[in-house]
């Protein structure tokens, strides 16, 4: 079940970061469904929380807490803003000052691109964990190095292809809170532009991945 829920945010979150393809009560609308899944996951995770007053606090555990904080923060200051600049679900109910300031589009697109990079921060992380269960439910026991390379190698081209396709979605000028109007990789089609952010997402991923194998992270 915990599986099927993060493919569905997975998949979620990619189809929000295309809203330029989609109609505005599409994105609206699936973006207000994403809050269920969002939730359904702390329930389930509830027990990081009322751990967080006991054992020892090292490096990583710190680094886990601030990375969690982080993205939570990003996807409240990414929902808050959506409902205040809706041009659907709540335009009869937001003020038409707050639905046309500028300032407030801005801070949603850029909320939003920080919702990207730390839930990609995010699945790295925990990515150890889930990897050795896949391995384990399909039986098997033993990485021989070829394959431990070849998985190498694949890790490698899916970065650099992450790294690429943030320069070609202005990544980095977005995050700094740029006015992007259009960036190269909105050229593309909307199947190319999801791609686009799943390798965003992938190249943050592994990020995580490397934070995670710090020495004394614990991901219980």
């Given at each position: 079940?915990?599986?099927?829920l993060?493919?569905?945010?997975?998949?979620l979150?990619?189809?929000?970061?295309?809203?330029?393809?989609?109609?505005?009560?599409?994105?609206?609308?699936?973006?207000?469904?994403f809050l269920?899944?969002?939730l359904?996951?702390?329930?389930?995770?509830?027990r990081?929380?009322s751990?967080?007053?006991?054992?020892r606090?090292n490096?990583?555990?710190?680094?886990?807490f601030?990375l969690?904080v982080?993205?939570?923060?990003?996807?409240?200051?990414?929902v808050?803003?959506g409902?205040?600049?809706?041009?659907?679900l709540f335009?009869?109910?937001?003020?038409?000052s707050?639905?046309?300031?500028?300032?407030l589009?801005?801070?949603?697109?850029?909320?939003?691109?920080?919702f990207l990079v730390?839930?990609g921060?995010?699945?790295g992380?925990?990515?150890?964990?889930?990897?050795?269960?896949?391995?384990?439910?399909?039986?098997?026991?033993a990485?021989?190095l070829p394959?431990?390379m070849?998985?190498?190698g694949?890790?490698?081209?899916?970065?650099?292809?992450?790294?690429y396709?943030?320069?070609?979605?202005?990544?980095i000028?977005?995050?700094?809170?740029?006015h992007?109007f259009?960036?190269p990789?909105l050229s593309?089609?909307?199947?190319?532009y999801?791609?686009?952010?799943?390798g965003?997402?992938?190249v943050?991923?592994?990020?995580g991945?490397?934070l995670?194998?710090?020495k004394?992270?614990?991901?219980?």
């Amino acid at each position: 079940m915990r599986y099927g829920l993060d493919i569905l945010m997975f998949v979620l979150l990619v189809g929000e970061m295309a809203f330029f393809y989609l109609l505005p009560l599409v994105h609206e609308a699936v973006g207000v469904a994403f809050l269920l899944p969002i939730l359904w996951h702390l329930v389930l995770n509830r027990r990081y929380v009322s751990s967080l007053g006991r054992g020892r606090w090292n490096g990583p555990r710190g680094v886990r807490f601030a990375l969690n904080v982080l993205l939570a923060s990003a996807c409240l200051v990414t929902v808050i803003s959506g409902c205040l600049t809706s041009s659907v679900l709540f335009a009869d109910i937001v003020p038409f000052s707050l639905r046309s300031n500028p300032s407030l589009y801005q801070l949603h697109g850029t909320a939003a691109h920080y919702f990207l990079v730390l839930a990609g921060l995010h699945l790295g992380w925990h990515l150890p964990a889930w990897w050795q269960r896949w391995l384990h439910a399909a039986g098997i026991t033993a990485r021989p190095l070829p394959a431990r390379m070849l998985l190498l190698g694949l890790g490698g081209l899916l970065g650099a292809g992450g790294i690429y396709a943030a320069q070609q979605d202005l990544l980095i000028e977005r995050l700094q809170g740029a006015h992007v109007f259009m960036a190269p990789a909105l050229s593309y089609s909307g199947a190319g532009y999801a791609l686009a952010q799943v390798g965003i997402i992938i190249v943050f991923a592994e990020i995580g991945w490397l934070l995670s194998l710090w020495k004394g992270a614990r991901l219980k």
